[in-house]
C-alpha cells in the first residue's frame, strides 16, 4: 500500500542566490524575498519545510559585500546589512531597507510595528461577531516575516520529520529560519512570489462553484433523494449535496463515541451505491463527513482488515488508534477506509480486483454524467477535525497532515483535481483549498465579520473559504437574516447552506415566507450564472495567487479610508460587493449600508445607476437587494439563469458592459475537473473595449472544450436611453441597459461593435 505521492519539490536554492558567511546563510530567492538562517554549527535545511516548497528559483540580480565585519546584500529593492557576529541575530547587527520606501526592518521587529493586516484563523467555531487572525504577509509599511524555524521538514518519502537536532542546540531552542518579505505597496507581486515559492493556488473543480447543501441532520436516503427534488422542482440549482456524520453507524455498541465511522449506517442509507449514484444522475456530487480521531472499533467492516494491517489480531477486538504521524497507519488508513468509498465500493470491503476498479474508474472521477462505473464515487471528503493541535510527532498539527495527506492521495492518479473541504491548518494551506470556516453562532455580528474574515485570508492567498450559510448554532434571528447570508453567500468564494440538527432551524428556502423565499430563489440562481466570472477568477488565484475575495486596499494603500471599508471587498477584478449586514429599518423598509468606493466611476450592478468615486456612499438596499458595484469599464460574462445544472462551458452568455474606460476580461474554460490544463487543454475567451470598441476575439488555446457555437447577448448598462438612437436593440429605463441583438459565434469567428462614445 503506497503513501499518498510525494508532491515534486524543489527545494535546493540556486547556489548563484546563495550568500554565506560563518554561523549565517542569507538566501535571495527573489529580488524581494530573502531567507535569513542562523547556525552555530554551521548546519542549515535544505529539506522543503511544511511552508516552503520551491526554492529553486532562478537568482535575482544583486551586489553582495563580504568582509570580516559585516555582510551586504543590495537588490533593486532590498538593502540587508549584517554585522557579523557568533552570537547571533539582534536588532543590532541586523536590518534590510526598504528602498522604495525607505523604510527599515530591525531583527525581532513585531508584525504589529509593521500594520501587519493579518491573514486568517484556523476556524470560527463557536464564534459570535469577530475572533483573532493569525498574521498575514500584507502589512501597511511594507514587509513582513514568516518564522520557518519551528515547522517540520519532508524526507526523501515525502514524510514529515523534525528538523535536523543541529539545529536546535542553541540554548534548547530552533535556531532562527526566517523569510523576509519586503514589497511595499506592490501585493500582486508578492502573492505571485509567494505562492512560487510555496506552491501555486490548486485549480478548483468547476462544480464546487455551484450552490451547495448541508445540513448536520439524520436524514435518510429517501429523505434526501425527496429534498434534492424539491429543490430542482422549485427552480433552484445545487450541484453539490453533503451528506453529514449520520451517514455512518453512530451507535456503535462499544466505547467508541460515534463521532469517527467509517460503516454505512443501513438503517438510513440502506443502498448507498444507489444513493450516490442518484445523485450523480441528478448533476450533482457529493462528500461525505470524517472526524477520524477515534481511530477504528471492532464495529467497522473494514476493521479486520484494518487490524492485520496493523499487526493485530482481530480476535482481540482491540481498538485502532488515530496517529496520522505513523506512516504504516496512514497507508491503511487511506487504503482500506478511504479508497473503496472513492472507487464506489461502498460495501466498505475491499474488491477483489480493487486495483484494476481504481486504474479503470479514477481518471473519470468527479466528472458530471460519468460513466456508470464510476457513478457511485464518493467525489471529495468534509475533514471535519476538532480534536486538538498534537500527535505524536513533535511540530505536526494533525489538522494539517490530514489536509496535506488527503489532498495528496485524492489526487493520485494524476488527473482528479484534489481538494480537501477542511479548516485551515496554517501557512501553506492555500495549497489544500477549500476552507470550512467552522460552526458559528446565528447573530447579525456572525454575519457582519465574514465579509471581513474572507477578504482578510487573501493576503496568504486562503482564497477559497466556505461559511455555513445561515449560520449554524443556537436558533434562527430572523427570516431577514438568512436572507442576508444568503445573499452574501452568492458573493463569497462557496455557497453552502448548513445548520445543525436543531428541528427549528430551517435552511430550506421555502419555509421562509414569500417574499424571502423568492429573493433566495432569484439569488441562488444567480450565483449558478455567475459560474463563468468565478471560474476564470479562479484560473487568475491559480495563475497569480490572488484571491477571488480581496480586501480594499488592495491597489488602494495610499487611501486611509480602504482600510476602514471593512465590510466590502473586491469580487474578482471586476466587482465590488457590500452584502447587508445588518437589519432594516422598521419605518423606510430599507437597510442602510456605507460603502467606500476608490477613485474612477462606479454602477450599481443590477440598477446601472452612475456612483463616482473617492468617497462614501449610504447605499439603501431592500430585502431582495445586494449592493454589488461594476467598475467603469467593467465586462462580467454571465450564464443564463437556471433552476436546475448550469455547471459546465454555458451555450449562451451574457455580457454586461459598463462603458466608459478600456479594459480587458478573459474567459477561461476547460474540462473543468481534470489536470489537463497543466497540460494547456483549456480556451481562452478575451472580451475587450479599446477606444470605444466592444470586440470578442477568436478563443485561443484547446476550443474543442467549448461549443461549437456559442449565443453572445450584449448588455451595455449604466448607459443613457439616447444610446438606443445609434446602436440596434432593446432600451431598459429600470436598468439603464441597452440590450443588442444577439450573435451566434463560433470559437474562431471574431464579433466587434462600436460604442460611439457611450
Known amino acids: 500500500m503506497p503513501l499518498p505521492p510525494v508532491p515534486s519539490f524543489k527545494p535546493l536554492a540556486n547556489k548563484k542566490a546563495v550568500v554565506t558567511a560563518p554561523n549565517v546563510r542569507f538566501t535571495v530567492l527573489m529580488n524581494r524575498i530573502i531567507r535569513i538562517e542562523y547556525s552555530k554549527d554551521n548546519v542549515f535545511e535544505d529539506r522543503p519545510s511544511q511552508v516552503f516548497w520551491y526554492r529553486e528559483q532562478p537568482a535575482p540580480k544583486f551586489k553582495k559585500r563580504i568582509t570580516d565585519k559585516v555582510i551586504e546584500i543590495e537588490t533593486e529593492y532590498l538593502h540587508l546589512v549584517y554585522k557579523i557576529a557568533r552570537t547571533g541575530f539582534i536588532p543590532r547587527n541586523l536590518s534590510i531597507t526598504l528602498k ?19 491573514g486568517t484563523a484556523r476556524t470560527l467555531d463557536g464564534v459570535a461577531g469577530r475572533t483573532k487572525l493569525e498574521e498575514g504577509l500584507v502589512s501597511k509599511k511594507g514587509w513582513s516575516v514568516v518564522d520557518d524555524s519551528k515547522t517540520l521538514v519532508f ?46 493556488v490548486p485549480m478548483i473543480p468547476r462544480y464546487i462553484l455551484g450552490n451547495w447543501w448541508s445540513r448536520y441532520w439524520a436524514y435518510t436516503q429517501d429523505e434526501l433523494q425527496s429534498l434534492m427534488q424539491e429543490f430542482r422542482a422549485r427552480d433552484i440549482p445545487l450541484s453539490v449535496c453533503i451528506v453529514d ?28 451505491q444507489g444513493f450516490i449514484a442518484w445523485l450523480h444522475s441528478q448533476g450533482l456530487r457529493t462528500a461525505l463527513n470524517l472526524h477520524p480521531a477515534l481511530g477504528v472499533y471492532p464495529h467497522e ?23 496520522i504521524s505513523d506512516p504504516r497507519f496512514t497507508e491503511g488508513y487511506f487504503e482500506i477506509l478511504h479508497h473503496p468509498f472513492e472507487r464506489g465500493d461502498l460495501t466498505a470491503k475491499r474488491a477483489k480486483n480493487a486495483k484494476e476498479m481504481e486504474k479503470e474508474n479514477l481518471s473519470d472521477l468527479g466528472v458530471l ?34 489536509n496535506h495527506l488527503h489532498f495528496q492521495d485524492l489526487g493520485r492518479d494524476g488527473r482528479k483535481r484534489p481538494f480537501v473541504f477542511s479548516r485551515w491548518g496554517g ?46 448554532f443556537r436558533v434562527d434571528g430572523t427570516p431577514e437574516l438568512y436572507l442576508r447570508w444568503v445573499q452574501f453567500g452568492v458573493f463569497s468564494p462557496i455557497f453552502r447552506l448548513h445548520s445543525t440538527k436543531l428541528p427549528r432551524l430551517e435552511r430550506r428556502p421555502w419555509m421562509k415566507p414569500e417574499r424571502v423565499y423568492h429573493a433566495a430563489r432569484e439569488a441562488m440562481q444567480l450565483r449558478h450564472a455567475l459560474i463563468p466570472y468565478i471560474y476564470s477568477m479562479a484560473w487568475r488565484a491559480h495563475q497569480t495567487g490572488i484571491s477571488l475575495v480581496t480586501p480594499m486596499y ?44 476608490p477613485a474612477g466611476t462606479w454602477f450599481d450592478f443590477f440598477t446601472g445607476e452612475r456612483l463616482e468615486g473617492g468617497r462614501w456612499y449610504k447605499i439603501h438596499a431592500t430585502l431582495e437587494d445586494i449592493p454589488v458595484f461594476a467598475k467603469e469599464g467593467a465586462i462580467i460574462p454571465l450564464a443564463p439563469k437556471v433552476g436546475w445544472g448550469g455547471i459546465e462551458n454555458p451555450k449562451e452568455l451574457d455580457i454586461y458592459i459598463f462603458p466608459g474606460a478600456d479594459n480587458r476580461f478573459d474567459l477561461y474554460e476547460d474540462d473543468g475537473k481534470t489536470t489537463d490544463y497543466q497540460r494547456g487543454k483549456y480556451a481562452i ?25 456559442r449565443i453572445y447577448r450584449i448588455h451595455l448598462r449604466g448607459v443613457d436611453e439616447t444610446a438606443s438612437a445609434s446602436l440596434p436593440g432593446k432600451y431598459d429605463p429600470s436598468t439603464r441597459t441597452l440590450s443588442l441583438e444577439a450573435v451566434t459565434l463560433k470559437p474562431t469567428e471574431t464579433f466587434q461593435v462600436q460604442l460611439n462614445g457611450l
Open 301 to 323: 467492516e473494514q476493521y479486520e482488515d484494518m487490524a492485520k494491517w496493523m499487526g493485530i489480531d482481530p480476535a482481540t477486538k482491540k481498538p485502532i488508534p488515530f496517529d
Open 245 to 272: 456524520m449520520d451517514w455512518h453507524i453512530t451507535k456503535t455498541g462499544n466505547e467508541s463515541g460515534g463521532w469517527t465511522g467509517y460503516t454505512w449506517n443501513r438503517e438510513l442509507f440502506p443502498d448507498p
Open 369 to 402: 454524467g460519468g460513466s456508470e462505473k464510476v457513478n457511485s464515487a464518493i467525489d471529495f471528503w468534509w475533514m471535519d477535525w476538532q480534536q486538538g493541535k498534537k500527535s505524536r510527532l513533535k511540530g505536526l498539527d494533525p489538522l494539517w497532515g490530514l
Open 685 to 709: 475567451t478575451t472580451f475587450a473595449l479599446e477606444k470605444d470598441t466592444f470586440t470578442i476575439y477568436p478563443a485561443t488555446g484547446d476550443t474543442s472544450l467549448i461549443p461549437s457555437q
Open 155 to 200: 524526507d526523501e518519502r515525502g514524510w514529515l520529520v523534525t528538523r535536523n537536532p543541529a539545529l536546535s542546540k542553541v540554548e534548547g531552542t530552533q535556531q532562527p529560519d526566517l523569510y523576509f518579505f519586503g514589497y511595499g505597496q506592490d501585493i500582486p507581486a508578492l502573492l505571485r512570489d509567494y505562492t512560487r515559492i510555496a506552491g501555486e
Open 427 to 472: 501557512l501553506g494551506n492555500h495549497r489544500y483549498p477549500i476552507g470550512f470556516s467552522g460552526d458559528t453562532i446565528i447573530q447579525w455580528q456572525s454575519l457582519a465579520f465574514q465579509p471581513y474574515f474572507t477578504a482578510a485570508a487573501a493576503n496568504v492567498a486562503y482564497g477559497w473559504w466556505s461559511h455555513d450559510i445561515g449560520g449554524h
Open 554 to 597: 488592495y491597489g488602494n494603500m495610499d487611501s486611509a479610508d480602504a482600510f476602514e471599508a471593512k465590510d466590502q471587498y473586491f469580487f474578482g477584478t471586476e466587482l465590488i460587493a457590500a452584502p447587508v449586514l445588518k437589519p432594516i429599518n422598521a419605518r423606510s423598509g430599507l437597510a442602510a449600508q456605507p460603502v467606500w468606493f
Open 100 to 118: 522604495q520606501n525607505n523604510v527599515t526592518w530591525r531583527y525581532g521587529d513585531s508584525a504589529r510595528k509593521a500594520g501587519n493586516l493579518m
